[in-house]
């Protein structure tokens, strides 16, 4: 609903205005970063693979902690990612110190 409109369904990104998130070594590096992303959206520029991208992502602080878990353990389970069940505990934990 939120994500693939700027990441695409196949997680490839659009152009040079928003990042994949397949084959994504910001995502590989920045896992903690990723999570809050998710949830308070981010401002800054990001390099991805070697990419600059300057295109804000928005936030969407109604989602719950749980939601946050969910997206975050599809994401880190779909296409080149294979991390596994993201526990709510620790996306909850790591939703508590974001710099936002």
Request: aromatic letters at 8%; a negative charge; charged letters at 20%.
């Amino acid at each position: 609903k939120h994500c693939s409109n700027c990441h695409q369904v196949n997680g490839k990104g659009l152009g040079r205005l928003y990042p994949p998130l397949d084959q994504s070594d910001f995502m590989d590096e920045n896992f903690e970063k990723v999570v809050c992303m998710v949830k308070y959206g981010s401002q800054d520029r990001l390099v991805v693979n070697g990419v600059e991208y300057n295109m804000a992502m928005k936030s969407i602080p109604g989602l719950t902690e749980l939601e946050v878990a969910e997206i975050i353990t599809y994401i880190y389970n779909t296409w080149s990612h294979q991390k596994g069940l993201v526990d709510v505990t620790e996306v909850a934990q790591l939703l508590s110190v974001c710099n936002n």
